[in-house]
């Protein structure tokens, strides 16, 4: 049975392990996107997902879908692209139209960003993340042709474990360059890994990978635990990433640490 949680009903998640398999992942029905409720779902490995008419869906699918900022992988058009340096990038400077962008239906210009259509990114999803990004938690990644936004992306960081939520695209490769920043910035900042949630064969492409879910909860409970940056990332200047090697040598998993 899956539980129902009523709005404010302060009993916590069930215990991740009691997801179902199918549909994979699917733990709670109900509840609320109060930042405490979002805040404690992100800790322990559960996220919200749900359409228009629906009751807000909890899931923590098994496996789960990550990504090493050191271990992007760029494809050589992309890495043409970031040595061009025509697109600039910011962060935090624009999240409002950031995730607006990534709610509305995908054009047919641009790259494939993250393969959703948009749909699930609801009126009361968009005010749930803008108000955790008045709280510092949520951040943006805008990318700039000029004065034109064309591509970025959002998510929700936690200690040091960022959990990636939406990208869209208005131009080709400008979802990549977001995510080759935010990798760039998340290592910087000593970030391990991206939460990606859910496989598609795009972010497989960018070099992402599977994870049980209990080695992926295990290294939550490590991360999340440090102490956070809590506040804007906007350092009020313009960055044209660039192409660096990705990290080679065998990977870690929590459960080895």
């Known amino acids: 049975m899956i539980p129902l949680l009523a ?38 490995g559960i996220f919200p997902w749900f359409s228009a008419g629906d009751p807000i869906l909890w899931w923590s699918p098994d496996p789960r879908t990550v990504l ?26 624009a999240f409002a139209a950031v995730i607006r962008a990534c709610a509305a239906p995908r054009g047919l210009a641009g790259d494939a960003a993250d393969g959703a259509n948009g749909t699930w990114i609801l009126p009361e999803m968009i005010a749930a993340y803008e108000h955790l990004h008045r709280l510092g938690i949520s951040h943006s990644v805008e990318v700039w042709d000029g004065e034109q936004l064309v591509g970025g992306l959002y998510g929700v960081a936690i200690g040091q474990a960022f959990f990636g939520e939406s990208m869209f695209s208005r131009a080709a490769d400008a979802s990549k360059v977001a995510l080759v920043y935010l990798c760039q910035t998340l290592r910087e900042r000593g970030f391990g890994l991206i939460d990606c949630q859910m496989r598609t064969e795009h972010l497989l492409s960018l070099g992402a990978q599977e994870w049980p879910r209990r080695e992926f909860v295990a290294w939550l409970e490590c991360s999340c635990a440090v102490p956070g940056d809590a506040g804007t990332w906007d350092d009020g200047a313009l960055h044209f990433p660039v192409d660096r090697p990705p990290v080679t040598g065998p990977v870690s998993h929590p459960g080895s640490l």
């Open 7 to 44: 709005p404010d009903d302060p009993r916590p998640f069930p215990d991740v392990r009691r997801a179902l398999r199918h549909p994979n992942g699917l733990l709670a029905v109900g509840a609320d996107l109060s930042p405490r409720r979002l805040m404690s779902a992100y800790r322990q």
């Open 68 to 93: 090493l900022p050191g271990r992007l992988r760029i494809s050589r058009s992309l890495g043409k692209r970031l040595r061009r340096q025509r697109l600039g990038v910011t962060m935090d400077r």
